[in-house]
């Protein structure tokens, strides 16, 4: 069996046609889109980039695998302390480890390890080819290297290949001689000049005046494709244009990734799977070009698997998280499941087009943010413990049916559904800490007892905020955060 996995890093599913994206982003994604299964409710359990894929490889969600932050504890995976054997427990439950017991040679191109120092993502990986620039890379630093692998190697049997493309992470790199195919092309209908108008008021990094997270920064020399800030629609197609370009990019080499697949023979015996780390907020919750909450924009992701001999042109719509990947990949391939994984198969979704979804989903974030959110049904809770200095409410129920956007907060209005989501969040959270080791913490509370998300430290010592909301007409927003953020603020 010959495996590939295209890993598109910051991917929102509605920016790809198959999705329903009125720009030609995605032709290549699209054909392989109609040739599977696409999945149209599929969720990163953990955002954004490192506890996502350290979520989806160790098939373990980021409360049991200790990595929820971008620094601090957190950021590494739990010590195994005095029950540590002569090997880890990834030995026995790595998902490319799980692949290779079952007889695949196991790859890896990019730079996601060199990235974020997670060297626990290489686990049983047989090769490993880091494109060196730590996820700063575009496309075409990482395709020569996976074409020449192909014709090296394509012709095998039994492998399983994971390309990590970035071109969609802001801040966006696409060659400049790459053009905008989307000049001419609408931007999406949320795109107004009265919402630029009122998101330029909101505070918080990352949000319309502060994309660049803390501030308006941005070398345009290096980066022409990136404003810093969005003044006016120009700058807005700016940053629509500059996120679909790097799809488009991305997509193109695709297309010759599987060019190179179909030159070798192999192209339609070969399992091809597309999805990403996490989403990203384009104006959800007041954030901009960041994929910093536990909500619909950050957390939703594509999946697309066309897996040679099954299903075809069939759509998806359970719930699922991206780490139910590693289950789903044993059983498809017959080989023994870890006993430690959280993941739910949803191999019957692809041989069968059978609905297998969960009835809801935990999703976190704890590296910008510090929520913790249920969806389920229409709906998605989100409950705020660290706010990133968006001064969110305490708790927020969208209707992601009626409202997608996330624009009208129902919580006070169904107060019957926020006990509901409450009790599904502290059933899965007793859950899970029952299965851990007496007196282990959850992670939640390690990143808040040591000053909170990762992105949100110093806000004021390091990057001067609070200044930075005087001077651009939001300083009415200090008296609340310096109540919420005393150490921060005051």
Not at 60 to 83: K, L, M, Q
Not at 377 to 388: K, M, P
Request: contains cysteine.
């Amino acid at each position: 069996m010959r495996i590939l996995y295209l890993d598109i890093d910051t991917l929102r599913p509605d920016h790809l046609g198959c999705y329903g994206y009125h720009r030609n982003t995605s032709p290549n994604i699209d054909r392989l889109a109609a040739e599977g299964v696409q999945f149209e409710n599929y969720y990163c359990s953990d955002a954004p980039c490192l506890p996502s894929r350290t979520a989806m490889m160790t098939g373990r969600f980021g409360i049991h695998t200790g990595v929820v932050n971008h620094g601090g504890v957190c950021a590494d995976p739990r010590p195994e302390g005095t029950a540590r054997a002569f090997r880890t427990d990834a030995t026995w439950s790595a998902l490319p480890l799980k692949l290779v017991h079952g007889g695949l040679h196991t790859a890896y191109i990019g730079g996601f390890g060199h990235r974020h120092s997670a060297w626990h993502f290489y686990t049983g990986f047989r090769e490993i080819h880091d494109t060196g620039k730590g996820g700063m890379e575009s496309a075409e630093d990482v395709t020569p290297i996976a074409l020449d692998w192909i014709k090296r190697r394509g012709k095998e049997e039994n492998w399983f290949l994971h390309i990590n493309y970035w071109d969609p992470h802001t801040p966006f790199r696409v060659p400049e001689d790459f053009g905008n195919p989307f000049k001419n092309d609408p931007l999406p209908d949320w795109c107004t000049p009265e919402l630029i108008e009122e998101h330029r008021k909101l505070p918080g990094p990352h949000s319309m005046q502060d994309i660049t997270m803390y501030n308006n920064e941005i070398d345009r020399q290096q980066y022409p494709r990136q404003p810093g800030e969005v003044r006016d629609m120009d700058e807005m197609r700016e940053l629509i244009d500059g996120y679909d370009c790097g799809i488009r990019y991305a997509d193109d080499h695709v297309g010759k990734i599987l060019a190179a697949l179909e030159a070798q023979g192999i192209l339609e015996d070969t399992a091809i799977i597309i999805s990403s780390d996490h989403g990203e907020n384009y104006g959800e919750l007041g954030i901009y070009a960041e994929h910093a909450t536990a909500d619909q924009g950050t957390c939703r992701i594509p999946m697309i698997i066309r897996w040679p001999g099954k299903k075809q042109g069939h759509v998806d719509n359970g719930l699922h998280y991206n780490l139910d990947l590693a289950p789903t990949l044993t059983e498809m391939l017959d080989v023994e499941p870890a006993k430690v994984w959280d993941g739910e198969s949803y191999a019957p979704a692809l041989t069968d087009g059978a609905d297998c979804g969960r009835d809801h989903l935990v999703i976190s974030q704890c590296a910008h943010t510090c929520q913790r959110s249920v969806r389920w049904g229409d709906y998605l809770w989100v409950r705020t413990w660290h706010d990133f200095y968006h001064l969110f409410p305490e708790e927020m129920l969208f209707n992601l049916k009626d409202d997608p956007r996330e624009e009208n907060n129902l919580a006070e209005a169904k107060p019957e559904l926020c006990k509901e989501a409450r009790d599904i969040y502290e059933s899965w959270q007793q859950q899970m800490m029952s299965s851990l080791p007496e007196g282990t913490k959850d992670t939640l509370d390690i990143v808040l007892e040591e000053g909170g998300p990762y992105h949100s430290r110093n806000a004021m010592k390091e990057h001067g905020y609070p200044e930075r909301l005087e001077k651009t007409g939001r300083g009415e927003y200090l008296a609340e955060l310096k109540k919420r953020h005393p150490r921060e603020f005051s």
